[in-house]
DNA sequence: ACATTATGTAAATAATTTTTAACATCTGGA
DNA sequence: TCCAGATGTTAAAAATTATTTACATAATGT
């Protein structure tokens, strides 16, 4: 992997829109520290497919639902 | 991340039904080495979500379609 | 005013994924 | 037979993701 295109994510709309779950909550559910939720929702890195796969899972979503990848053509 | 559920995938099929196209094709097509699909085809360890989309795109599919999360409850 | 909760961010470290290089076997075709 | 392509596998190094610790601000409720 080299180029490095964008995946955006809904997680943070997820978040208020599932009883306004805290960071911290998620966090938890998945099994990761409450930094690693705020970074991937900041896009600042992405998330390992297992890790995406868990978020969508709390939310009852598809990863496609949750992450967009962002084709360039 | 802690525990590791199983995560699965058809990247062998999807290959072959796909043109019989080779591991080093695929490989090329996403822009990694031969060996990481390899090993990832061989589930030694999971890709990140962004080689996960790349992987999925080659074969026109959802990555709920390629990969496979295996929830034990 | 004080405590608590939620969030942002940064730095160092740990863990996992990916690369590179090497060598192996198997198969099909020239 | 010989060569090339496809795949399996291993080991070390590089790159990326995740954890931990720490400190910051803002909002809310008592």
Redesign the pocket.
């Known amino acids: 992997?080299?180029s490095?295109p964008k995946i955006t994510n809904n997680i943070?709309h997820l978040?208020?829109t599932s009883n306004?779950?805290?960071?911290?909550?998620?966090?938890s559910k998945v099994?990761?520290?409450?930094?690693?939720?705020?970074?991937?929702?900041?896009a600042?890195?992405?998330?390992?497919?297992?890790?995406a796969f868990l978020i969508a899972r709390v939310f009852n979503r598809e990863i496609s639902d949750v992450f967009k990848f962002e084709f360039e053509n």
């Open positions: 992997m080299q490095r943070r978040r208020f306004e779950m805290s960071q911290n909550t998620l966090a099994g990761v520290t409450r930094q690693t939720i705020a970074t991937i929702e900041k600042k890195y992405y998330p390992t497919l297992e890790l």
